[in-house]
């Protein structure tokens, strides 16, 4: 089987339980993930199968957006309510009307610590690594972009205080630390409550699969689940000839002079898709010599 599917994750389980139970249920070892979700978080798991995970790199540089719910005066060791907590504070209203405002700061380019209980590697160690040996290290802030952070609801009534919200940002982006960040700028603290990932790359949260219904389906012989590695790309296409075709798969530069295509070329480094009538042949450089624009074979899949 080569392709992608669609994951709906659920909350409890890791990223790497997901491809476990896929691997179990397929007898199937080749399949791996792009952008792993926290285990309390939910929402889509691009997983690969056969030939897509030799793919899955070019998924990962992807943005990517979630719906989060953030609730305040509440500091916790991991920055969502996993963790312990390690601070309570009282919430002020006038710390509350604040939010819309303070949001505002937070979009555009922003720099992010990141958290100790994650997977980023510091001296070679995982911080989360050491986070379960209880040693504290200096993280060198990571620069991200919040593209978009609307605020969508707010439940001020009461305590506990919480705001849901939708984000759009670049990869490498903490929500929790977003959260924590966030909190400490009103000045009563906050922490991560409910993660949702709505969209990554091509991946949306109203085509994702659940594990039971790819379970009913595999069992009732059926693989709609299951997407052509050539479907959830977004590089251009290229549409390759049988002669063309032959000399991709063995790594030869072509030239893409009367090959079919609509591209805006724009000079060295454009990645593209050469597609023959059965699919995805290759991905595919835009290099450009002294006689024109050539292909140079990248990814040969076939």
């Known amino acids: ?57 070019y998924l990962l540089n992807d943005d990517k957006s979630y719906r989060f719910e953030i609730v305040f005066g509440i500091q916790t060791t991991t920055q969502d309510l996993d963790g312990e907590i390690v601070t309570r504070r009282s919430v002020t209203k006038d710390q509350l009307k604040q939010l819309p405002a303070i949001l505002e700061e937070f979009e555009g380019e922003i720099l992010q610590v990141p958290p100790m209980v994650s997977a980023v590697r510091v001296r070679g160690k995982r911080l989360y690594d050491l986070a379960r040996q209880g040693v504290r290290v200096e993280r060198p802030p990571r620069r991200v972009v919040i593209s978009k ?9 009461d305590p506990p205080f919480t705001a849901l919200l939708d984000v759009e940002c670049s ?74 075709e032959k000399d991709i798969r063995q790594g030869k530069q072509v030239p893409l002079a009367g090959i079919s295509h609509q591209l805006s070329l724009t000079g060295d480094g454009q990645l593209v898709q050469a597609v023959d009538e059965k699919g995805l042949v290759a991905i595919a450089e835009i290099q450009y010599r002294k006689e024109g624009y050539y292909l140079q074979p990248r990814k040969v899949l076939r």
């Not at 990223?15 to 139970?21: F, N, Q």
């Not at 952070?149 to 009534?157: A, K, P």
């Not at 909190?183 to 994702?208: I, P, V």
């Open 171 to 244: 990869k490498g982006t903490y929500i929790r630390t977003l959260c924590h960040d966030i909190g400490n700028r009103m000045g009563c603290g906050a922490s991560l409550s409910f993660l949702l990932r709505t969209k990554t790359a091509s991946f949306g949260l109203d085509r994702a699969w659940t594990l039971e219904d790819i379970q009913a389906n595999w069992e009732a012989g059926q693989r709609d689940f299951l997407c052509a590695p050539g479907e959830v790309l977004s590089f251009p296409v290229v549409l390759v000839g049988r002669e063309v």
């Open 1 to 57: 089987m080569d392709g992608f599917i669609n994951i709906l994750k659920p909350p409890g389980m890791t990223s790497h339980d997901v491809v476990a139970w896929l691997r179990k249920l397929f007898n199937y070892q080749k399949i791996g993930h792009a952008g792993t979700l926290d285990p309390g978080a939910a929402g889509v798991l691009p997983v690969a199968l056969g030939k897509g995970t030799r793919l899955l790199e």
């Open 149 to 157: 952070l609307d605020l969508l609801e707010t439940r001020f009534r």
